[in-house]
């Protein structure tokens, strides 16, 4: 397919200075980071994308995105993080054994470290998705990362719980894959290969059992993620230019992830620890629910209620803390949107945005108070 929106294009963000800043893990990786300036401001907001995506998500040149929108909003410093699940960068393309303690204990404090490099005592607010929600949570909640004024996390948290033929999926398909596939990853744009592949004749197999839409990459992603047709998100949310590069704004990714995910779902939807008895995680709790007292972090947790990835893991989130440390954190349900349309739909900026927006605004000028009020649309 000819690609309409160039790849990796800052053109959605104006009226702004942008560049980039790299840093390293304490486990060697380079990763980087885009800051969006506009102006000063003492309240300096860093979003998180999930598994598959990138900071492109959060820039793209056909709707009013979320960069743009919180510069608009007077939010005038703005970052990005490209870690180690971004499909800028190369390491999902093979067989990597990283799992969500790797980014909880290495990428998220290396990446705010290097924040402050930048801005010093300033107030950072986090805006996190997908895997990105949970891994950063997790960060937060095990005292990794320390200092963040609040957080709002989509779809998932420290409660995975997910759909029955998904949990089917993940007990399988990271095996089946790998080991009698032969297959070290899976990729939305195996339909473009060009010849034969096995990768390409995987995609058209799949594409059989999904007669929703005509883009192939669209029913990858729904094998990837989720349960449904489609999984990620609804088609009427999503501009047709945007429905069909989603080969591009997701990439290829490993498997090993999911085995993670799918241990914290058979603890009982908690986040826990991928490898106890590994004195590489030391410094993080087995589970991570231990210092939730402790964290007085305000978190919006977000979902849309019709999510067919995490289905109501946020909501189940909310409801585990509320029972500890009650009026700490918010809870909020978009109606009509599902897991990644509330970040790349159409019409975010008027239905998801402002919404946001009340959030931070509240939590700009910190109080000695921790009581909110719980927010719950249905």
């Known amino acids: 397919m000819e690609r309409e929106i160039a790849l990796y294009t800052l053109e959605g963000v104006k009226n702004a200075e942008i560049t980039t800043h790299h840093f390293s893990t304490e486990d060697q990786l380079g990763l980087s980071m885009l800051r969006f300036q506009r102006a000063a401001c003492d309240d300096v907001v860093l979003i998180i994308h999930g598994l598959t995506t990138s900071t492109d998500m959060f820039i793209m040149p056909e709707h009013y995105n979320l960069v743009q929108y919180l510069l608009d909003q007077g939010f005038g410093d703005v970052w990005t993080l490209d870690y180690r699940m971004s499909n800028r960068y190369s390491y999902n393309l093979l067989m990597p054994r990283y799992n969500m303690d790797d980014i909880a204990l290495f990428d998220h404090p290396a990446a705010i470290a290097k924040m402050r490099e930048h801005i010093g005592s300033r107030r950072i607010h986090i805006i996190c998705h997908c895997l990105g929600s949970a891994s950063f949570t997790m960060s937060l909640f095990a005292k990794a990362v320390t200092g963040i004024t609040s957080v709002i996390a989509n779809s998932v948290a420290l409660t995975p719980r997910i759909p029955k033929w998904s949990e089917f999926k993940l007990n399988v398909a990271p095996f089946a894959v790998e080991y009698i596939l032969g297959i070290p990853y899976l990729n939305p744009r195996w339909s473009e290969d060009p010849g034969i592949t096995k990768g390409k004749i995987f995609s058209k197999i799949n594409s059989a059992f999904h007669h929703e839409c005509d883009v192939p990459a669209c029913h990858m992603l729904s094998l990837m993620w989720g349960t449904g047709w489609p999984a990620l998100y609804s088609h009427e949310n999503l501009l047709d230019v945007t429905h069909r590069r989603g080969g591009d704004l997701y990439g290829g990714n490993g498997l090993h992830y999911y085995r993670h995910v799918l241990k914290m779902v058979k603890a009982g939807n908690r986040a826990v620890k991928f490898e106890p008895n590994n004195p590489k995680y030391d410094r993080l709790p ?92 249905s």
């Not at 231990?290 to 947790?301: A, C, K, N, Q, S």
């Not at 289905?311 to 349900?333: A, F, K, M, Y």
């Open 286 to 377: 087995n589970d991570y629910f231990e210092y939730v007292r402790e964290i007085e972090t305000p978190v919006l947790f977000m979902t849309g209620d019709n999510n067919r990835v995490f289905t109501d893991s946020n909501i189940l989130c909310h409801q585990r803390l509320e029972e500890i440390v009650p009026g700490r954190h918010e809870l909020h349900i978009f109606p009509g949107y599902g897991h990644q349309d509330v970040f790349m739909g159409k019409n975010v900026h008027v239905d998801i945005f402002p919404r946001l927006v009340e959030f931070l605004n509240k939590h700009r000028n910190p109080t000695t108070t921790t009581s909110v009020a719980t927010s719950v649309n």
